[in-house]
Every structure is written in structure tokens, then in C-alpha cells.
């Protein structure tokens, strides 16, 4: 039972143009999300935040969009850099479950110059 | 700033042996949670400690998998009788209150099973 899904497993993209990952849920109950970004032998570093009460959050070059009639957000990078190629996580919690974090499957994102 | 430290961060073993891991949450952080990350995968949640108390675990923390946080800071988890399968990274995160609020994580220990 996958409640978060990452459908694209990879994604390639010019440098200096937009990154658009998506993530899908299942879990109605979800009411907080995340994107993290990953380093292979390291851990998750946190990137950007979204609750379930607001559509978008803004932190400079991310933008987390969430669509809850959809059951889908994505986060968008602009301008992607190199330095922005990694693994990206959604995750989703509930408050009602003790906050733990459901994981979608990464997307690898690659940043050509 | 002191963030999330983990020990070791590689681990080798033979099957059948005990291993243990140590997890230093953010000191003001009351939340841990344990994950585990296979190859391929995202993180999955094993276990979560709100303070001292244990106050979940995961149908994927078998028997031979326990964990610990006996003053509410640091916690441990041991997996006795080591298989292949337990092959892993393995991850903490901590976070300050309740759930909602962003969990931040260690480097993992990768546990390697011979």
C-alpha cells in the first residue's frame, strides 16, 4: 500500500530552466508535506514545507504546490543550478499518527550546464 | 548549530551478530523517530519516541529489533541475530513538538551484513 507515490523516478533538465517534480497520496488524513533533497550516503536534508490549509510556500528558488482535491503536489525549482542534482523525497504526515513520515520512492533529478 | 549525529556511520557485520546504533536528536527536539532506507526506496518509518516513551513501532520492526531513549535524549537501536535482509541505511530524525513540525535528520549509519 504505496500512500505516497513518485511516479518519475528521474528527471533531466537544462540548467537555468524550471524543475517540476510531482508526488501523488493516497491518505486523506495527510495534513502536513515535505520535499527533502539527498546525497547518496547521506542523510535527507530538508527543503521546503507545505500544510495542508495553505496551496503554495515559497522559499526562494522552491515552490511547493498542493492541490488537496487532487491529492497531489509538486515542488518546482527555478532557476535549476547543477548543485540542485540529487535524489528528491515527498513526504507526508499526520497529526493523528504521531507525525511519522510517509516516503514516495525519489525522483533523481539531474541539472546539465 | 548542532544538528542530528549518528554512530557509527558504516557498520559491517557478520550474520547472527548483535549490532547497535546511537542517535543524538537536536537537544531541544522531545521527537525521534527511527527509518530504515533500502536501495531504490524512500526512507521507511521503523519506530517513535515522544521523550522517553516509545510511543509507536512499525510491523517492520521485528523482534529482533528494539529501541531505546532512556532519559529522553539520545536513543539506541539494536538488532540482534543480524540477516542479509538487514542490510540498510539507517536513519534518526528528531523534531521539536508535536507532529507537523519538520523532522531533521542524521547522516544514518549504512549497516553492512556479511
Known amino acids: 500500500d504505496q500512500q505516497v507515490k513518485q511516479n518519475s523516478p528521474s528527471l533531466s533538465v537544462q540548467e537555468g530552466r524550471i524543475s517540476i517534480l510531482n508526488c501523488d497520496y493516497t491518505?486523506?488524513?495527510?495534513?502536513?508535506f515535505l520535499w527533502y533533497k539527498k546525497y547518496p550516503a547521506e542523510g535527507p536534508t530538508f527543503l521546503i514545507s507545505i500544510s495542508s490549509i495553505k496551496d503554495k510556500n515559497e522559499d526562494g528558488r522552491f515552490t511547493v504546490f498542493l492541490n488537496k482535491s487532487a491529492k497531489h503536489l509538486s515542488l518546482h525549482i527555478v532557476p535549476s543550478q547543477p548543485g540542485d542534482s540529487a535524489v528528491y523525497f515527498c513526504a507526508a504526515s499526520a497529526d493523528n499518527q504521531g507525525g511519522k513520515l510517509i516516503f514516495g520512492q525519489g525522483t533523481e533529478l539531474s541539472v546539465k550546464p | 548549530d548542532t544538528g542530528v549525529s549518528q554512530d557509527p556511520r558504516h557498520k559491517i557485520t557478520k550474520r547472527g551478530q548483535n549490532v547497535t546504533f546511537r542517535c543524538d536528536p537536536i537537544?531541544?527536539?522531545?521527537?525521534l523517530y527511527w527509518y530504515r532506507q533500502t536501495l531504490g526506496q524512500g526512507p521507511e518509518f521503523l519506530t517513535y519516541?515522544?521523550?522517553?516513551?516509545?510511543?509507536?513501532k512499525s510491523r517492520l520492526l521485528s523482534d529482533r529489533f528494539s529501541a531505546e531513549r532512556p532519559k529522553g535524549s539520545f536513543s539506541t537501536l539494536e538488532i540482534q541475530r543480524t540477516e542479509q535482509g538487514d542490510s540498510a541505511m539507517y536513519l534518526c530524525?528528531?523534531?521539536?513538538?508535536?507532529?507537523?513540525?519538520?523532522?531533521?535528520f542524521g547522516p544514518g549509519t549504512r549497516l553492512t551484513v556479511l
Open positions: 530524525a528528531s523534531s521539536p513538538t508535536k507532529g507537523g513540525d519538520t523532522q531533521y
Open positions: 519516541f515522544q521523550n522517553e516513551a516509545q510511543l509507536e
Open positions: 537537544s531541544e527536539h522531545n521527537r
Open positions: 491518505n486523506s488524513m495527510f495534513d502536513y
